[in-house]
C-alpha cells in the first residue's frame, strides 16, 4: 500500500442519542468529539438511529396496508380500465 493516501482506520464510538445506547467499532469517519467508555477515550460519533433502536431491528415496526395491491389497483381503476384495455 502507497502510504499517507489512506484514511486513518481506528475504533470509533458511535452513540445513539434516541435510546442512549453506545457501541464501538472501526471506523474511518472523521470527528473532532471525543468521550470516555470503559476507561479508554474514542472519538465519539452521535447517530440519530442505529440498529438499537430502528423499528425494523427491535420488532415493533407495524405494517399498515390493509389493503392488498391488487386491490388498490382494481379500486383505483375499476373494471372500465379493464375494459378499454380488452378492446
Not at 67 to 73: L, Q, V
Amino acid at each position: 500500500m502507497r502510504k499517507d493516501i489512506h484514511p486513518e482506520y481506528r475504533d470509533v464510538l458511535f452513540f445513539d442519542v434516541s435510546c442512549s445506547k453506545k457501541f464501538v467499532i472501526k471506523s474511518t469517519i472523521k470527528t473532532d468529539a471525543t468521550e470516555t467508555y470503559e476507561g479508554v477515550e474514542y472519538p465519539m460519533v452521535k447517530l440519530d438511529i442505529s440498529s438499537e433502536s430502528h423499528p425494523f431491528y427491535t420488532g415493533t415496526q407495524k405494517i399498515v396496508d390493509s389493503e392488498g395491491r391488487i386491490e388498490k389497483f382494481k379500486k383505483k381503476f375499476g373494471g372500465s380500465y379493464a375494459a378499454r384495455l380488452k378492446k
